[in-house]
């Protein structure tokens, strides 16, 4: 993760640098485009080779999530672990070609972020205040 972490933060700071704000704010995918001007000799597309090696950053990322959603089925509903890396991983395999734009994907990101939001900020401790007053009654009685 913290290499992982380190390229974003060195993509982040080459774009920043390359591209003026409205560039930034007119390009989709600043890193490809910046990969498209490097031209080598041996391979005439390098901006190939840098989608496989994103692939590699992304990947560790993408298991920690799976991993994370496998083990939260498996302590909710005893289902065995091995089973829900196949449960999710085919629910995700069906679900990633139904979002064909980027307004959709952007869609998606804006209502996954409010629905966090909501539950880490809102749920979580109203949860826990709940909890704490439930003990509390059942201490007095």
Known sequence: MLSSTALYLYT???SFGYYSEGQLQKEVWATLTTWKIVHLPVV???EYVGIANWCLI???NACLALWCATRLLKQTYLLP???GVYLVGAIAVCIIPIFDTRQEINLLNALLGDFGFIVNFIYLPLLLILIWMVKKVKKKT
Do not use: A, H
Request: glycine share 0%; no cysteine; aromatic share 8%.
């Open 12 to 14: 982040t700071l080459i």
């Open 44 to 46: 005439e597309r390098f």
């Open 58 to 60: 992304i990947l560790p």
């Open 81 to 83: 672990q091995r089973i």
